[in-house]
């Protein structure tokens, strides 16, 4: 049995990962979380299902368990076909059209059916087989954590359509070896062949949910001749590239260029634009790029050495190599980009990423920042932020750890005496991006004591985008006097300029916003208290803590941007924030009715109950805030976030077995609760404090050393950890064995709540908030671990 | 008595009768006219022309079947093929923003619906629509031969390139979502002509940006139809 759990754990934790990509690719990365949210409530209904059905369910344990995997993996194989029974989902048109709510609970129904499945199959073997709950745990955590880890090498094998039918074979093999064995019941060959007909068929004819008609590849098929002429999945995603007569590559392009912009294909992942492969991007009159205001540095002086962060396809690679750049350094984390575009297809981009003055780094900004001693840059250029005509803000929610005052920090000390830095950013109403970019700079300015800011900053508009340049040395008149001239010849307005005369602002591109005039000066060189404090949006820098540049909300403006946007627009100006929120109250509702629907058959009154709740819920709560930080913050340590994630979990999920597995050993006493419950309050509080400056420390180290470093590091209290959940359910076992579901349902419901409480709150507190409650939460477990039943002696683990 | 209650009858059939003989499209007569006072006149839309206009498209025949409850609502409406057609407000604005004066020629970029292009028909008498989808060229092509406007000519094609063959054109709308003004379509407008492109997601109210030519100097103008939130606080 233990094997069959193990398997069974394996399976859908790496379905769960196999699900959120397949839904990321059909609709967004938020969309994805929130559905997967909702199906792990499965869990939860599952402990609900069993305390409600307890007698029959244990009455037909034998044929029972092996049922349920089956039906968990006949339900995984088909989760793909299923949701479109009922009709095209579009996320983009949840908060528009009120028939899309009814398609988005039938979706969250049929993902929601292998989770429930395999949850029920598992809780009942728990509840059934208690007196060897630590090695069971230990099967279901290890078995988790391999699921992790293995899901990351079978996206590399197989894109995500097939990997739900092979993953269900692990369920089918659970099935079989929890069968039950004679004289008990058996299950007809007939269903062993027919369960496995749907996973065979899934492998062999995949289907894939319906996409969104708002992602931008949709967009890009619609045209003449449109098609796709390369498809690969990796764990980073769906790379797709498509060929159309009429994708040109002219991003804002000055109104005066004369010519045709060059028709180059594109590359989408998950179905949204990720770069156009313009290679050499030259034209009759320079490069493409030369008639936008991201050549602003280019006109301005001549770096030599170029660091282009997050490089994508190349483009401004290309710029920079037309400019006569000798050197230039493009770090971009998308292994697979990089494999394609430098090893598999380098004609493509031709073959940029080969040119002897480029190298190419396949890690995180962060990580190559602090690996990159000594390097200084003339001219450090951040990808383009937003997009014409708005991102909607669906990436509210992603957080972008080179976007940060620390980030800034850090490219301000790899700048050579004269670097720049520049950042291009797309108009946007009403503006945020801007406001939160220069509060930042001026911050960092103010941080270095320069207090002539405005000699080091200076901007440059187009009809579409705007062009920030900040200098650690003073611009200079000649500078300023390129700068205009540039601008004149293309049609560009000055934004900001140490000696901007009235009028320039606006010669050839109205805005007819004073304010926002009067807002960017304020933020610059003005007194920051002049700034309306009551202005809607959150344009404080961002911080390694809070490191969501795209969100802007402010939780408690909601009513008056309400009031302004109407609830039919203001979902489309912070879309990812708003489906945050969607989701936390969606779950934390039905949380509370899976939790307290098994009170009408274990009753409502009774000893003890408070104390299971608050132990079991405080458990669910504090593993997984502490899980989400670590998730976070080692990401960014370790540079790489699908192997990052792939470690941190595989080790949280390993080592917390290994404690469960020793914790059989142990008395399952209220004074061996109390002290691991308070040990591991006590890590967590060491570590909201003592991470930082040790991962900070350490940032220049090898990989391997790194990875080696953070399983030492996460080793102890994950292992401790583990002990807890079985020490409580031992502890049940003897007196107040009818509660052990209902506390496998209340864990599994507080772990799917704190997910979506630990983004909202993140975004709105930060992480070391988080934190905090994990460490509090813990604690919460100490005093109410010796308050539960009580406990079987220890055992030794046959 | 008898004769009495044959009057009653009469007096009541008649009083049914003479419920207001109404055209096949009563319902949304009614709603046209409550968008043009509650959407436009109340918003600042001021060109008689426009809310006439306005006033006279079957907004509903430019909308899939299952969504012509909702034709007149205050907001955009998807058409599919990830489009939309725009909120009331915005086509009325950017039809005021041209300036159209009779005798005027407009090129639209993105046909869609075709109802801004029936908008702009009832106006003109020359407007040319171009669409690169081909499925939505024919659609909206339907949908603007069954509202009435046979003259309004669509074409299935790139936008990129304008329609050479009727430039110089006094107005352009561009409605396809491009993040670059084509070189082509500013050789075809006409010196002093007009040209406006509404930027933003789908379903918010969109900013619009307006490109004006005299000669060789093309300036742009950022419009908000809606100023929505300060940023400084007031001088003291």
């Keep these: ?798 | 008595m008898k004769h009495a209650c044959v009057s009653l009858v009469l007096l009541i059939v008649l009083s049914l009768c003479s419920v207001r003989a109404v055209p096949a499209d009563d319902g949304y007569a009614e709603q046209r006219a409550r968008m043009v006072a509650r959407q436009l006149e109340t918003r600042g839309i001021r060109d008689a022309a426009t809310l006439a206009a306005m006033g006279s498209v079957p907004r509903h025949k430019f909308v899939p079947v299952a969504r012509r409850a909702q034709a007149y609502s205050d907001g955009p409406l998807p058409i599919g093929y990830g489009q939309t057609i725009s909120q009331p407000y915005i086509v009325a604005y950017m039809t005021e923003l041209l300036r159209l004066e009779p005798g005027m020629r407009v090129l639209e970029i993105g046909t869609g619906s075709g109802y801004q292009a029936a908008v702009l028909g009832e106006l003109l008498e020359e407007v040319y629509t171009l669409e690169i989808v081909h499925e939505l060229a024919l659609w909206g092509e339907e949908n603007l031969r069954r509202a009435g406007y046979e003259h309004v000519r669509v074409k299935q094609g790139d936008g990129y390139y304008g329609w050479e063959e009727f430039a110089p054109f006094d107005a352009i709308v561009v409605t396809a979502a491009a993040d670059h003004i084509p070189p082509p379509l500013i050789e075809q407008l006409r010196d002093g002509g007009r040209m406006v492109i509404p930027v933003g997601s789908p379903f918010r109210t969109q900013m619009l940006m307006l490109v004006t030519r005299e000669g060789d100097d093309i300036r742009t103008e950022s419009l908000l139809p809606v100023r929505f939130v300060p940023f400084t606080r007031d001088p003291e």
């Design chain 1, 1 to 798: 049995m233990p094997l069959a759990v193990g398997l069974a754990s394996v399976a859908v934790i790496a379905f769960q990962l196999v699900l959120m990509q397949l839904l990321a690719i059909a609709q967004w990365h938020h969309f994805a979380y929130m559905v997967i949210s909702m199906a792990l409530l499965g869990f939860g209904a599952a402990g609900t299902v069993l305390v409600l059905m307890r007698a029959f369910l244990e009455r037909h344990y034998a044929i029972a368990v092996p049922l349920l995997f089956l039906a968990a993996g006949v339900a995984m194989a088909s989760t793909s076909w299923l949701v479109g029974i009922a009709g095209n989902f579009d996320a983009f048109l949840l908060f528009f059209d009120r028939g899309q709510v009814g398609l988005l609970l039938f979706y969250y129904a049929a993902c929601c059916l292998p989770f429930f499945f395999a949850g029920l199959a598992v809780t009942l073997v728990f509840y059934r087989e208690v007196a060897r709950i630590g090695t069971l745990y230990f099967a279901n955590m290890t078995g988790s954590g391999a699921g992790a880890v293995l899901v990351i090498g079978l996206l590399w094998l197989l894109p995500p359509t097939r990997l739900a039918g092979v993953l269900a074979v692990l369920l089918l093999a659970a099935a079989w070896l929890s069968r039950p064995r004679p004289p008990g019941p058996r299950l007809h060959p007939a269903i062993w062949i027919g369960a496995l007909l749907l996973p065979a068929a899934s492998v062999i004819a995949p289907a894939a949910p319906a996409s969104s008609e708002y992602k931008d590849i949709f967009g890009a098929l619609q045209l003449p001749g449109a098609r796709v002429v390369h498809r690969s999945s990796s764990p980073y995603g769906l790379l797709e590239v498509v060929s159309a007569q009429a994708l040109r590559f002219a991003p804002s392009l000055s109104l005066r260029f004369q010519g045709e912009p060059p028709v180059r294909d594109v590359l989408f992942n998950d179905g949204e634009y990720f770069g156009t492969l313009l290679g050499g991007g030259t034209t009759h009159d320079g490069h493409i790029l030369d008639h936008t205001t991201r050549a602003l540095p280019y006109m301005l002086r001549s770096p030599g050495h170029v660091l282009v962060l997050l490089a994508g396809t190349g483009n401004d690679v290309s710029h920079a190599l037309s400019h006569g750049a000798t050197r230039i350094d493009a770090v971009e984390p998308h292994r697979q980009v990089n494999a394609l575009l430098r090893e598999l297809h380098p004609a493509w981009i031709d073959a940029l990423y080969r040119d002897p003055a480029v190298t190419l780094h396949g890690s995180s900004v962060r990580a190559f920042l602090g690996r990159a001693g000594g390097q200084r840059p003339d001219l450090i250029v951040l990808p383009v932020l937003g997009a014409f005509g708005g991102t909607s803000g669906v990436h509210a929610m992603q957080e972008q750890y080179h976007l940060t005052l620390e980030a800034f920090r850090a490219l301000w000390d790899a700048l050579d005496d004269t670097g720049m830095i520049a950042v291009t950013l797309w108009h946007e109403d009403p503006p945020r991006a801007s406001l939160r970019l220069l509060a930042t700079w001026r911050q960092l300015l103010d941080e270095h004591a320069i207090g002539n800011r405005a000699a080091h900053v200076v901007a440059l508009r187009s009809w579409g985008t705007i062009t920030f340049l900040l200098s650690k040395s003073p611009f200079v008149a000649q500078e300023r006097a390129r700068l205009r001239q540039f601008g004149q010849a293309r049609g560009f307005d000055p934004l900001l300029l140490e000696d901007l005369q009235p009028g320039e602002r606006e010669h050839f591109n109205r805005v007819g916003d004073e304010a926002w005039f009067k807002a960017i000066d304020t933020l610059l060189t003005g007194a920051p208290d002049a700034l309306d404090p009551h202005y809607p949006f959150n344009i404080q820098p961002a911080t390694d803590d809070k490191p969501f540049f795209n969100n802007f909300i402010k939780l408690q403006n909601i009513p008056q941007l309400l009031d302004t946007y109407g609830a039919r627009q203001l979902p489309y100006l912070e879309l990812g924030f708003v489906l945050a929120l969607v989701t936390l109250v969606q779950i934390v509702l039905a949380a509370v009715l899976l939790i307290v629907l098994p009170l009408f058959r274990i009753g409502w009154v009774g000893t003890r109950r408070r104390w299971t709740f608050a132990y079991f819920a405080a458990l669910g709560i504090g593993f997984m805030f502490f899980e989400i930080v670590l998730l976070q913050k080692l990401m960014l340590y370790l540079g790489q976030p699908v192997y990052a994630a792939a470690t941190v979990l595989g080790t949280l999920l390993v080592c917390s077995g290994a404690g469960s597995l020793v914790s059989s050993r142990c008395s399952a006493s209220g004074r061996v609760l109390a002290c691991t419950g308070l040990l591991v309050a006590a890590l967590i509080l060491l570590y909201t404090f003592g991470l930082r400056p040790l991962l900070q420390l350490s940032m220049g180290w090898p990989l391997a050393a790194k990875a080696a470093g953070v399983f030492l590091l996460l080793a102890p209290p994950a292992f401790f950890m583990g002990m807890m959940f079985p020490f409580g359910l031992r502890r049940l076992s003897v007196t107040h064995a009818r509660q052990i579901p209902w506390a496998c349902a209340i864990d599994s419901c507080m772990s799917v709540s704190a997910t979506a409480l630990a983004t909202v709150v993140a975004l709105d507190a930060g992480f070391m908030t988080v934190m905090l409650i994990a460490a509090a939460a813990y604690a919460l477990a100490a005093l109410a671990g010796p308050r539960l039943g009580i406990p079987l002696p220890a055992r030794v683990t046959p």
